[in-house]
């Protein structure tokens, strides 16, 4: 009778032990698929959430950009506007008669270049953009006059002649006289290591060798008459220079 007894009980266990068993793994199994799904709802959160910020951020840095670039066009057109009417009043002279030289005037570049032959040399006279200033108040309020105005207009004059060594000279052309700033002498094929002799400074010359230098360039057309054409004509050149430059930027800010 035991022994009929326990074999019951053994039976009834094999077979409850394994539905427990299986009981316990789907428990675990449900667990663990529940925590990977609320793990996956929080990446999604915070990929969504950490995306968004990025969006934002662009979105207004690209209104910003287009409002910076809307008023820049509009300050732009508005002094394209100002300057159209500054080149209708700065409009270039004609070249004057008996003037000697050559222009050679390149769209986009500050300075133009006058060319000329004398006899057997060639002189070159690269001319910059004028020097604009106001006279000292006191100077005004002595001479009882408003608002003077002075210029100065740089100019590097290049002699050469055949041989390919030239005499450069450094000036400043004003309305009432020519001065030599520097004087050099300039080798094609300069060989010499270190730095080379330049001479002493103009200034330092004897009287008489600055008087006959500045001769030198009379004669060869460097003189005082050529000033107010030259200003007049490199006025008119700056005020096209800019409103090219103006139009150039309105077109790249604009494409």
């Known amino acids: ?7 019951v009980l053994r039976r009834a266990s094999s077979s409850v032990l394994p539905v427990a068993i299986r009981t316990a793994g789907a428990s675990r199994t449900f667990h663990a698929a529940a925590a990977a799904t609320l793990q996956k709802g929080n990446l999604s959160r915070d990929l969504t959430r950490g995306s968004f910020v990025p969006f934002l951020r662009f979105s207004s840095e690209s209104a910003a950009k287009r409002r910076a670039d809307e008023n820049l066009l509009q300050v732009v057109e508005s002094e394209i506007e100002c300057a159209e009417e500054t080149e209708d009043q700065n409009t270039m002279e004609k070249i004057p008669k008996g003037f000697l030289f050559k222009i050679k005037d390149n ?3 500050r300075t133009i270049l006058l060319k000329r032959k004398f006899e ?27 608002d003077a105005v002075n210029f100065s207009i740089p100019l590097v004059v290049s002699i050469s002649k055949g041989n390919g060594v030239q005499l450069e000279f450094g000036v400043t052309a004003f309305p009432s006289e020519i001065t030599i700033d520097s004087l050099s002498i300039e ?24 008087k006959a230098f500045h001769n030198y360039l009379e004669v060869r057309g460097i003189e005082q008459n050529i000033t107010n054409f030259l200003h007049q004509y490199m006025i008119a050149k700056d005020s096209k220079e800019y409103m090219n430059w103006l139009k150039n930027l309105k077109d790249f800010v604009e494409h």
């Open 107 to 109: 769209p986009g570049e």
């Open 187 to 210: 080798q094609p094929d300069d060989s010499l290591e270190g730095l080379s002799y330049e001479g002493p400074e103009f200034n330092d010359l004897d009287e008489n060798l600055q």
């Open 1 to 7: 009778m035991a022994q009929a007894f326990y074999s």
């Open 120 to 146: 057997d040399e060639i002189i070159k006279v690269e001319v910059d953009m004028p020097d604009v200033s106001g006279d000292d108040e006191d100077e005004d309020e002595e001479d009882g006059k408003d």
